[in-house]
């Protein structure tokens, strides 16, 4: 019997991914949620992060933000920031990082906001 589950990732304009996966590691405000098949449903919120696809191989997304939905084995994860990691540019990389920088140093931003944006930094710097 298989132990995959579906998993579609989806932003405003398209279809990020689409394929089955046996687990899936979500970067929530709860922490890292691994989900396999049969979880439990969930209703849950993205916080900055890498969300880890396991199956043959193994696809990795950065994620700003975003929702979460498992039911009947399915996995859907809205998202306007998703981009996979093996297509993020070095340029592109280094100006996220100079321009969450910027935002945390900038007084006006509230301490919530600084919040989501330290993870924001710390995943970037990883990244890199």
């Known amino acids: ?16 991914f689409k394929n089955d996966a046996t687990e899936v ?10 989900i396999l ?5 969930i209703i849950t919120f993205l916080r ?7 199956s043959d191989t193994e ?17 859907l994860i809205l998202s306007s920031t998703a981009k996979e990691l093996s297509k993020l540019e070095r340029n592109s990389l280094n100006d996220l ?5 910027a935002k945390i140093n900038d007084n006006k931003v509230s301490d ?5 944006l330290s993870y924001k930094l710390d995943t ?3 990244i890199s």
Do not use: C, Q
């Open 59 to 75: 696809r990795n997304f950065f994620v700003e933000e975003g929702t979460v939905e498992f039911a009947n084995n399915n996995l």
């Open 112 to 116: 919530r906001e600084k919040y989501f």
């Open 25 to 34: 590691v979500i970067p929530s405000y709860e922490g890292e949620m691994g």
């Open 48 to 54: 900055p992060g890498i969300i880890k696809v396991l």
């Open 97 to 101: 990082i100079a321009e969450t920088e």
């Open 1 to 16: 019997m298989s132990e995959k589950f579906s998993i579609e990732i989806i932003s405003p304009d398209k279809t990020v």
């Open 37 to 41: 098949k049969d979880h439990i449903s």
């Open 124 to 126: 970037l710097k990883n």
